[in-house]
């Protein structure tokens, strides 16, 4: 019998704009960067916010999963996304998947949760510089001066006609996240990369 097991190792939605998206990063003399951080974790996480199973599994990721609408949480590697009432999103390095989704089920016992592993769904852009939010204004009808979109904010929103989730790292340097669908990364990365030549 033939030997089906995948041998070729993975590829991100965006190897191949990797030499653009750092040559802009270069030109622009450090007014915007632009990486793509591919294979981050990506868990979506359903369960009752007010239910014992919530207090567990942040015990367990010593992490509390954020309940103010369009917030986020961060301790270590760990990020947790509201989404909705009932619903985060937690990313985490590449390859955590498993053993996240098994503390996440063991901590919530015979509570009902939902664990998804998506991490293949989307890809992680980053947009960081000191032109950042000027770049990501071009196509985001959010309103993103410092004092309305601040650190630990995160979004369920529309950029260059891609929806994405757009999140605000913790520290103003650390720019932000942009998740995207796979299928709309090569786009978007194109959009991004025509909305910065203003600063190349």
């Known amino acids: 019998m033939a030997d089906t097991a995948l041998t070729a190792p993975p590829r991100s939605p965006l190897s191949h704009a ?3 998206l750092a040559a802009a990063t270069r030109t622009s003399g450090g007014a915007v960067r ?3 951080l591919p294979f981050l974790t990506q868990l ?3 369960l009752d916010a007010k239910g014992a199973a919530a207090d567990a599994i942040g015990l367990a ?10 917030t986020v949480v961060r301790a270590g590697q760990l990020t947790a996304l509201w989404l909705g009432p009932d619903e985060w999103l937690l ?3 590449p390859g955590s998947e498993r053993d996240l989704e098994s503390r996440i089920r063991a901590a919530a016992g015979d509570e009902p949760v939902s664990v998804t592993d998506v991490s293949a769904q ?3 852009l980053l947009v ?4 950042a939010r000027d770049l990501l204004a071009h196509g985001c009808a959010l309103d993103l001066h410092p004092r309305a979109f601040t650190t630990g904010r995160c979004a369920q929103t529309t950029l260059g006609r891609t929806q994405v989730v757009l999140i605000a790292r913790d520290e103003p340097a650390s720019g932000f996240w942009i998740l995207v669908r796979s ?10 990369l025509d909305a910065a030549t203003e600063y190349l």
């Not at 960081?128 to 032109?131: D, F, T, V």
């Not at 299928?183 to 991004?192: I, P, Q, R, V």
């Open 18 to 20: 990797a030499a653009r």
């Open 122 to 124: 989307r890809t992680t």
């Open 183 to 192: 299928s709309f990364a090569g786009y978007l990365t194109d959009w991004l």
């Open 34 to 36: 632009l990486a793509e």
């Open 91 to 93: 990313v985490a390095p």
């Open 128 to 131: 960081a510089g000191p032109r």
């Open 44 to 46: 979506d996480i359903r």
């Open 61 to 70: 990721l010593d992490l509390r999963l954020p309940l103010e609408p369009n």
